[in-house]
């Protein structure tokens, strides 16, 4: 039954379509009679809700296709404002790195624990680093007067020692390479050791210290500059971290951290200076 009244309906709105389309085709031809007229207001009528379902039904399929004529244009807008965002994001970035550089550079001047020695700033270029080794690579070379033997520092304090040159580079090993033994004085007393390095992600360690002796955590450390050291006195090597004296040991267990910040080295300064024999 339900059938056969669908059926019915779709017939009905059928020939409600064909008669509505047949007066306005009767009617565009007329001269404006009172027949014609009727017929245009009866097919009007009966063509009105197909029109509203059929603007309902394309419209949005124009829209779509008016979008996807103008998409092209606005993506184009889009990309150009991408571009502006991201090369003034990399000048801000440039801007940035030059203003730290300036910064690393002027920390560098009138250093109180250089004193009078004379200074050559140069550019870290390279780093290496190892489980035992740590050292970096510096701008800078004999032609600039830098030599084998020379200390390096930071703004903080000792860096490391120029190990090998060219007329243009140099090779610093760094206070923390495994190599590196710097004789030291601890800040409140006389009190001498060696601070040796371990490697590039370990403290510095102090040996030659007898137990018990007076040594704190927060202690300062300078190169000792004695007679034949191969760096010349004041500069600072780090701060004790820890200071213990283990049972039936002959010295102190101490560790120290670098009071230089090995980890961002972009300038240094090399002491034009040689130890005294």
């Known amino acids: 039954m339900a059938t056969r009244r669908s059926r019915r309906s779709a017939t009905i709105v059928t020939l409600l379509l064909l008669t509505a389309v047949t007066i306005v085709a009767l009617s565009a031809g007329g001269t404006g009679s009172s027949l014609t007229s009727g017929l245009r207001r009866v097919g009007s009528a009966v063509l009105s809700p197909v029109v509203s379902v059929v603007n309902t039904v394309t419209k949005p399929v124009g829209d779509f296709f008016a979008g996807a004529v103008n998409y092209g244009a606005v993506s184009d807008e889009n990309a150009k404002l991408r571009a502006i965002i991201a090369k003034i994001q990399t000048q801000g970035e440039i801007q940035k790195y030059e203003r730290k550089q300036i910064l690393e550079v002027a920390a560098l001047q009138h250093l109180t624990f250089v004193g009078s020695i004379p200074t050559v700033t140069a550019q870290s270029i390279a780093l290496d680093q190892s489980n035992f080794a740590s050292t970096i690579q510096i701008n800078k070379g004999s032609n600039a007067g830098v030599g084998v033997g020379m200390p390096v520092v930071g703004s903080d304090g000792l860096i490391g020692q120029v190990v090998q040159t060219t007329r243009s580079t140099a090779i610093v090993r760094l206070v923390t390479d495994g190599r590196s033994k710097v004789g030291a004085v601890f800040s409140t007393s ?83 200076w040689n130890p005294t024999p």
């Open 190 to 272: 006389n009190l001498l050791g060696m601070v040796n390095g371990l490697a590039a992600d370990r403290p510095l360690s102090v040996a030659f210290v007898s137990p018990n002796s007076a040594v704190s955590i927060g202690m300062l450390l300078y190169t000792n500059g004695l007679q034949g050291a191969q760096y010349p006195a004041g500069i600072p090597i780090g701060r004790v971290t820890s200071a213990t004296s283990p049972p039936n040991a002959d010295q102190m267990s101490i560790t120290v951290n670098p009071a230089a910040n090995l980890d961002s080295l972009g300038f240094v300064d090399v002491l034009l």
